[in-house]
Each structure stands twice: as structure tokens, then as C-alpha cells.
T-cell receptor, first 115, second 114 residues
Framework: GAGVSQSPSNKVTEKGKDVELRCDPI?????LYWYRQRLGQGLEFLIY????????KSGLPSDRFSAERTGESVSTLTIQRTQQEDSAVYLC?????????????FGEGSWLTVV | AQSVTQLDSQVPVFEEAPVELRCNYS??????LFWYVQYPNQGLQLLLK??????LVESINGFEAEFNKSQTSFHLRKPSVHISDTAEYFC????????????FGGGTRVLVKP
């Protein structure tokens, strides 16, 4: 597709379950980012990929959170043993490269609700 | 590390009135600056960005922002708003020249009233 695609768009899960969120970046974009947006708050950086490696994972809030990227394309964000405070919109973004002048394009997000 | 402060969480404004959204940042290194907009039920879209050159940058839909290095600000303005400008606006920075992540402000929700 033409833009960053995320799935699922909405996910309701029970506390303690694991969830996987998927991101398909724009074709050819080597840089991929995950952000989290809690209700009424700004965006929090989670992790950054350049190719398949993650040089910056400083924003992952705990060891329950992990992410991987394969084939310099699709990325999966996994949250294990979900907690209610994990409820948020998880936004994926991509850009043509790591240079900070590059425009970063965002997907529409995956809404996660932990009940 | 960088931080971004958007002083107004909500800005109600009447249609055809001007609006200014304030953004201040803190950084120990040079930064690039961005404004993103999030329309209801849509993803974030880049509105405009400052990389270098003229400190006044404009978007295609009438918004402009001015980079003020001495005041570490990047305020967003529009002289006459439309109903369709109702959205949440986010200011963001990234370090130059090889920054790899955006640091966002908390957002300003603009509600344009008829």
C-alpha cells in the first residue's frame, strides 16, 4: 500500500494475555519506529529500527515489551502479560532513512484496550 | 536529551479567527523542528518542518511556524481558521544531523467553532 499499515486497528484483550501488533512500513523505507500514545497524552518513543537491527530501544517501558523486524519490512511489537496501563494507541512510523531531516510517516495506529 | 512543551492543551477558536499554538523546546544540541496534525479518527500527518534556512516555514493549507533560536520556540499560527482545522496538533523535535527519533510535546487540541 501507499502508506504505513497497522493491524489490528482495534484490540481488546484480558489482563495477563499476550498481544502482537503488526506494522507494514512504506515500501523501501529502511527506518521504522514504534510510539505509544496514551489517552490525552503526547507520543512516547518506544523503539527504532534501522534495517532489521534496533539501535535504540530505550523507550520500551519494561521487559514485557519486545519488537522485531524481518526482511527490512514488517515489524511486530509484542506485549506479554498485558496490564491495564498498557492500554493506549500504538503508532508505527517509517522513513526513508535514519537522517533526521527525513519526514517520518505514521500509520493510523492500533488501539489496545486491556480489561 | 530533548523535551518539548506545548503550553496549551486545548484552544477553542471561532471560525475565521486567528490561532497561535505555542511550542517551546529544550535541547543541548541543535534540532530540527516539526508540527504534526492528527485529524479526528486519522493518523498523524506532517504539517510543516524546519530544517535550515529561512526561519519562517509554511504549509500548503495556510499554517506557518517561525523558528526562534534565542527563545527556543517554534510557534504555529494561522491567520484565519476553518472548521476543517479542528484537530490535535503536535510539536516535535529531533537532534541534528543524525537524530533517529522524534520527541513530541503533549499536543494542543484545536476546536474551531462556527
Amino acid at each position: 500500500g501507499a502508506g504505513v499499515s497497522q493491524s489490528p486497528s482495534n484490540k481488546v484483550t484480558e489482563k495477563g494475555k499476550d498481544v502482537e501488533l503488526r506494522c507494514d512500513p512504506i515500501s523501501g523505507h529502511t527506518a521504522l519506529y514504534w510510539y505509544r500514545q496514551r489517552l490525552g497524552q503526547g507520543l512516547e518513543f518506544l523503539i527504532y529500527f534501522q534495517g532489521n537491527s534496533a539501535p535504540d530501544k530505550s523507550g520500551l517501558p519494561s521487559d514485557r515489551f519486545s519488537a522485531e523486524r524481518t526482511g527490512e519490512s514488517v515489524s511486530t511489537l509484542t506485549i506479554q502479560r498485558t496490564q491495564q496501563e498498557d492500554s493506549a494507541v500504538y503508532l508505527c512510523a517509517s522513513s526513508p532513512g535514519a537522517g533526521s531531516g527525513n519526514t517520518i510517516y505514521f500509520g493510523e495506529g492500533s488501539w489496545l484496550t486491556v480489561v | 536529551a530533548q523535551s518539548v512543551t506545548q503550553l496549551d492543551s486545548q484552544v477553542p477558536v471561532f471560525e475565521e479567527a486567528p490561532v497561535e499554538l505555542r511550542c517551546n523546546y529544550s535541547s543541548s544540541v541543535s534540532v530540527y523542528l516539526f508540527w504534526y496534525v492528527q485529524y479526528p479518527n486519522q493518523g498523524l500527518q506532517l504539517l510543516l518542518k524546519y530544517l535550515s534556512g529561512s526561519t519562517l516555514v509554511e504549509s500548503i493549507n495556510g499554517f506557518e511556524a517561525e523558528f526562534n533560536k534565542s527563545q527556543t520556540s517554534f510557534h504555529l499560527r494561522k491567520p484565519s481558521v476553518h472548521i476543517s482545522d479542528t484537530a490535535e496538533y503536535f510539536c516535535a523535535v529531533t537532534p541534528t544531523p543524525a537524530g533517529n527519533k522524534l520527541t513530541f510535546g503533549g499536543g494542543t487540541r484545536v476546536l474551531v467553532k462556527p
